[in-house]
């Protein structure tokens, strides 16, 4: 019987083999469908020319366009998709023959793991679109917190040094500054948080006037009692 241990070095190195196959070999990403892609062809131009509309209505605005479109563009985006549906198929059954040779815990496993990979993807990428949207339509920028604003001030003193180090100097000093110049500094702050916040404020009933509540945070996004 073999010792424990060279079991485990066994299975770790078949896990790994297998793992290592499937990293190799990506599962085929499924086509994208014709108006998909005349929608990805027409989005720039029409987030170009309308930056005020939200995702649905851009949607709509897509499906529209859509409808419209010639005959001979459907046909073209159609075509497209069946060409690539034909590779992907294929695809997909060497895939399935190459998966079906494996430990399928270790397969679905590392589906699993793929999915919640393409999860975590989507959110980011929805966030940095959102966080584009609000920059697009005119979101008033956060102030500077108080220490930053003291950084800013001591850009001057940075002269050749790395900036690594001169932010670690710079710490240093805020850490050493008494409290009364430090009060300074979290006055200017609160000063500009205030005017921050009446911008805010308006940027907002802006917002929901042009009908793109959805960009706002849920506390100023005003009730129905209030909105009357």
Same mark, same amino acid.
């Given at each position: 019987?073999?010792?424990?241990?060279?079991?485990?070095?066994?299975?770790?190195?078949?896990?790994?083999?297998?793992?290592?196959?499937?990293?190799?070999?990506?599962?085929?990403?499924?086509?994208?469908?014709?108006?998909?892609?005349?929608?990805?062809?027409?989005?720039?131009?029409?987030?170009?020319?309308?930056?005020?509309?939200?995702?649905?209505?851009?949607?709509?605005?897509?499906?529209? #366009? &859509? +409808?419209?479109?010639? %005959? /001979?563009? !459907?046909?073209?985006?159609?075509?497209? $998709? *069946?060409?690539? =549906?034909?590779?992907?198929?294929?695809?997909?059954?060497?895939?399935?023959?190459?998966?079906?040779?494996?430990?399928?815990?270790?397969?679905?496993?590392?589906?699993?793991?793929?999915?919640?990979?393409?999860?975590?993807?989507?959110?980011?990428?929805?966030?940095?679109?959102?966080?584009?949207?609000?920059?697009?339509?005119?979101?008033?920028?956060?102030?500077?917190?108080?220490?930053?604003?003291?950084?800013?001030?001591?850009?001057?003193?940075?002269?050749?040094?790395?900036?690594?180090?001169?932010?670690?100097?710079?710490?240093? #000093? &805020? +850490?050493?500054?008494? %409290? /009364?110049? !430090?009060?300074?500094?979290?006055?200017? $702050? *609160?000063?500009? =948080?205030?005017?921050?916040?009446?911008?805010?404020?308006?940027?907002?009933?802006?917002?929901?006037?042009?009908?793109?509540?959805?960009?706002?945070?849920?506390?100023?996004?005003?009730?129905?009692?209030?909105?009357?």
């Amino acid at each position: 019987m073999a010792p424990s241990g060279h079991r485990l070095s066994t299975a770790a190195a078949l896990l790994k083999k297998n793992l290592d196959f499937i990293a190799a070999h990506p599962k085929p990403k499924r086509p994208i469908s014709g108006f998909l892609k005349f929608a990805s062809h027409v989005r720039p131009t029409l987030v170009k020319e309308n930056p005020s509309l939200n995702v649905t209505q851009l949607a709509k605005l897509t499906a529209s #366009k &859509w +409808k419209e479109a010639d %005959e /001979s563009l !459907k046909k073209k985006f159609s075509d497209e $998709y *069946l060409e690539d =549906k034909k590779k992907y198929d294929t695809a997909l059954k060497e895939y399935n023959a190459a998966m079906s040779k494996l430990d399928p815990k270790v397969v679905i496993a590392r589906e699993e793991e793929i999915r919640r990979e393409k999860q975590e993807k989507l959110k980011s990428q929805e966030k940095r679109a959102m966080l584009k949207r609000k920059a697009d339509l005119g979101q008033p920028k956060k102030p500077l917190s108080s220490y930053l604003m003291f950084l800013q001030d001591q850009r001057s003193e940075q002269g050749e040094l790395p900036y690594k180090e001169w932010v670690a100097k710079m710490t240093q #000093k &805020w +850490k050493n500054m008494g %409290e /009364s110049e !430090k009060q300074t500094y979290q006055s200017r $702050y *609160l000063k500009a =948080k205030e005017e921050h916040d009446e911008s805010m404020a308006k940027w907002a009933k802006r917002m929901c006037e042009m009908g793109n509540s959805d960009v706002l945070p849920k506390k100023l996004i005003p009730s129905p009692s209030t909105s009357k």
